[in-house]
């Protein structure tokens, strides 16, 4: 039996030997519609009242709302303001409009759907004006309005492969050599046909509530998404965006902006240069933070935050090293450690622990600890027993003269965590995987898939953990992220892009064949599906000899 159930459809014949589906849908009463010979799940969804519904878990499978709906079935309808899988069904569909209203008004002007950015992700097109991105927004709508549908189409790998070539997609057709599969599934709209790595909308009058909005060098194109709360506008991300900007020059040196780029460097043989030059950059980026730290006259204590699976420690390691180069000893100081015993914690709207918010630190004996520290005096760091679920009664007597303290952690950015450290004795350092990496021209791929194979590997590795253990507490850290990181990202002295573009070849050996074994009467059926789908598109690399031990990566692989 499927979990969290939203409706449920039966298909029965009654005495005059009519077809009817009914569908019951929380504590509503049972609907009943005719059924047609074809009955899909948008029209089951259309029944039920489920407006927004952007695809649907059938028997804990995702599902496209054209599919038909098996006899008995248990349907769980998803929309984009709440569910992932249903978001980027929307953002696939909504770049299929893009595209063609690019190709029906600026048809000499190339599109790159870039990276995410701003609630959105950040689209280039040389020379656009205001006036043409208004132009664009306005094509859209008109396709929304007009309701016309994404006609599937299954066709073969040597159709899909001319089909797309003649539409001048070579980067897609670049990358789907390495699909593992003889077929593909195509859809056509506005007489344009196109892959987008995924299941689609039934129409483009599901697609309401896109944007454009002009942005330096191009425009965002946003879109509904989860955990995205309202609050101040933070389209214009001045810091964030530069991390992208370097990171696709990053790809340019290494020839390495899109999937296809890496999988041919690795049949060429030329991978251990393309670690090499990523890694090679990552220690040079660390040794010009740790040289901002040296010129920041004052600075005491630093902060580095990030989202899970980011990398911090790694980089904390690597930070103090550099610093030590400069003549800096540093301290290390673990967050985790001022933890609240779990019985003090409050659950969220789930009934599950907020380990994610702030009140569930002890920040005001932290803050007792770092001016003591501070002013030269000891202090007695707390250890927490995470077996045992509370703070240790032993505690760790400490005193420093002039080392710098690294204080790692999700709150790092919020200056309520240090609210009695004055800003200047402070330099805060902000870590993410910003990846530049593209599928093709029109599909970026979402930093938060990389982090969740990183995490799935380390977790298994370092804490026993399943992958179905993992993925489900992904939803709730995903949720934390958007509350306690990423509204303070701007805050940055500077950020760090943990990304290393040769990653996904590494990690699909350590989370493949566990994404398989996963099955589909298992909630986390459909996030496994997800990123297998992802993986699909990756060569396996077996031999890690290339990859230096104080590598990023080494953190979630091991040594």
């Known amino acids: 039996m499927c979990k969290n159930i939203e409706i449920a459809v039966h298909i029965k014949y009654t005495e005059d030997m009519k077809r009817y589906f009914y569908v019951k849908s929380g504590e509503k009463s049972d609907m009943k519609s005719e059924w047609t010979d074809r009955l899909t799940l948008a029209q089951a969804a259309d029944a039920a009242g489920e407006t927004g519904a952007m695809c649907a878990l059938v028997d804990g499978k995702l599902e496209a709302l054209g599919a038909r709906v098996p006899p008995g079935a248990c349907v769980q309808f998803l929309k984009p303001q709440q569910s992932e899988h249903a978001s980027r069904v929307f953002l696939r569909g909504v770049t299929f409009l893009l595209h063609c209203a690019v190709q029906a008004l600026f048809p000499q002007t190339p599109l790159l759907v870039d990276h995410v950015l701003g609630g959105g992700v950040f689209c280039r097109m040389d020379g656009m004006t205001k006036d043409d991105i208004s132009a664009l927004e306005k094509k859209i709508h008109s396709y929304i309005d007009a309701d016309k549908p994404f006609v599937h189409k299954h066709v073969d790998v040597e159709k899909a492969h001319d089909t797309l070539a003649e539409q001048g997609r070579h980067e897609l057709v670049r990358l789907l050599k390495f699909r593992p599969f003889d077929y593909f599934e195509l859809y056509e709209f506005d007489g344009r046909q196109n892959y987008f790595h995924g299941i689609m909308p039934p129409s483009a009058g599901c697609l309401k509530g896109a944007t454009l909005r002009a942005y330096p060098g191009g425009f965002i194109l946003r879109y509904p998404a989860p955990y995205r709360t309202p609050g101040p506008d933070i389209a214009h991300q001045s810091k964030f965006a530069a991390v992208f900007a370097q990171a696709e020059l990053w790809a340019q040196e290494m020839s390495a902006a899109y999937i296809a780029d890496i999988n041919e460097c690795y049949l060429r043989g030329e991978i251990e240069d393309l670690i090499a030059v990523n890694e090679a950059l990552h220690e040079k980026r660390i040794a010009d933070i740790a040289q901002m730290i040296a010129q920041s006259p004052g600075v005491r204590v630093v902060l580095i935050a990030g989202p899970s699976s980011s990398g911090?420690?790694?980089?904390?390691?690597?930070?103090?090293?550099?610093?030590?180069?400069?003549?800096?000893?540093?301290?290390?100081?673990?967050?985790d450690d001022y933890y609240k015993n779990r019985d003090s914690i409050a659950r969220d709207a789930n009934g599950d622990l907020d380990l994610e918010n702030l009140e569930a630190l002890d920040v005001r004996k932290l803050g007792e600890d770092l001016e003591a520290l501070l002013g030269g005096q000891t202090a007695y760091l707390p250890e927490f027993d995470f077996v045992a679920g509370k703070r240790k009664h032993e505690t760790r007597p400490l005193r420093i003269d002039d080392e710098l303290l690294l204080i790692e952690g999700i709150h790092g950015l919020n200056d309520e965590l240090t609210r009695g450290i004055a800003d200047d004795k402070k330099f805060k350092i902000f870590i993410s995987p910003l990846t530049a990496l593209n599928f093709d021209t029109l599909s970026t791929v979402l930093p938060e898939d990389l982090r969740l194979l990183r995490r799935l590997a380390r977790d298994k590795r370092t804490r026993g953990a399943s992958f179905a253990e993992t993925f489900e507490l992904w939803e709730s850290v995903r949720s934390g992220e958007y509350k306690y990181i990423f509204p303070y990202q701007e805050?940055?002295?500077?950020?760090?892009?943990?990304?290393?573009?040769?990653?996904?070849?590494?990690?699909?050996?350590?989370?493949?064949?566990?994404?398989?074994?996963?099955?589909?009467?298992?909630?986390?059926?459909?996030?496994?599906?997800?990123?297998?789908?992802?993986?699909?598109?990756?060569?396996?690399?077996?031999?890690?000899?290339?990859?230096?031990?104080?590598?990023?990566?080494r953190e979630f692989i091991g040594e």
């Open 312 to 335: 911090k420690t790694s980089f904390a390691k690597r930070l103090a090293v550099h610093l030590r180069v400069l003549g800096y000893q540093c301290m290390p100081i673990s967050i």
């Open 491 to 553: 805050t940055a002295d500077v950020m760090f892009n943990s990304t290393l573009i040769y990653e996904p070849l590494v990690l699909k050996k350590y989370c493949y064949d566990d994404l398989r074994t996963i099955e589909a009467h298992e909630e986390s059926y459909p996030q496994a599906q997800s990123l297998l789908k992802f993986l699909n598109y990756f060569l396996s690399m077996n031999d890690e000899r290339a990859i230096p031990v104080n590598s990023i990566l």
